[in-house]
T-cell receptor
């Protein structure tokens, strides 16, 4: 059974810091891994999708890496800003179905 | 183009009443998913539609929950005889195909059962 874990559960950093969010999964036979952002009371915004054949994916100040063999992904946020404050979720598809298995999320707070 | 839309955005209902939630996927997306997010908990998969295939209902928590989708268009999630534990945000997502493709989420429907 696939399980997804995110560490830390919460993180508070001063503005301008670079930071890393971690995601681990128990079954390495994944098709892809998706990182999302969720603002309070809102839906999910897709940030990055990294396919199983890729090692990295970049979008602006965000960089996601994937190491299937070790069951890990990291989301690197460069030069953090207060507007980055949100909950960050990672998710992987479950077997042949497209349904996603989510981690519990990391709640990020960037202080001005 | 338009994203995934859901209605209503908020719904307050009395225990025991039936509710119907609606999802409009992105045009052309063949896959549609429903998830639930209860307060302080992670997202749970409920049901998945892929084209004309039989839906994957493995995540539905009880027979009070059902969902329909006509072709590749709108989906409705129906909860009968609502209970307080059904209070949650119900999120809908769509993707171009299924496994391996990016899922795009709607803003959700916040359901409160009093």
């Amino acid at each position: 059974k696939q399980e997804v874990t995110q560490i830390p559960a919460a993180l508070s950093v001063p503005e301008g810091e670079n930071l890393v969010l971690n995601c681990s999964f128990t079954d390495s036979a994944i098709y892809n891994l998706q990182w999302f952002r969720q603002d309070p009371g809102k839906g999910l915004t897709s940030l990055l999708l990294i396919q199983s054949s890729q090692r990295e994916q970049t979008s602006g100040r965000l960089n996601a890496s994937l190491d299937k063999s070790s069951g890990r992904s990291t989301l690197y946020i460069a030069a953090s800003q207060p507007g980055d404050s949100a909950t960050y979720l990672c998710a992987v598809p479950y077997n042949q179905g497209g349904k996603l298995i989510f981690g519990q999320g990391t709640e990020l707070s960037v202080k001005p | 183009g338009a994203g995934v839309s859901q209605s209503p955005s908020n719904k307050v209902t009395e225990k025991g009443k039936d509710v119907e939630l609606r999802c409009d996927p992105i045009s052309g997306h063949t896959a549609l998913y429903w998830y639930r997010q209860r307060l302080g908990q992670g997202l749970e998969f409920l049901i998945y539609f892929q084209g004309n295939s039989a839906p994957d209902k493995s995540g539905l928590p009880s027979d009070r929950f059902s969902a329909e989708r006509t072709g590749e268009s709108v989906s409705t999630l129906t909860i009968q005889r609502t209970q307080q534990e059904d209070s949650a945000v119900y999120l809908c997502a769509s993707s171009p195909w299924g496994t391996g493709y990016e899922q795009y989420f709607g803003p959700g429907t916040r359901l409160t059962v009093t």
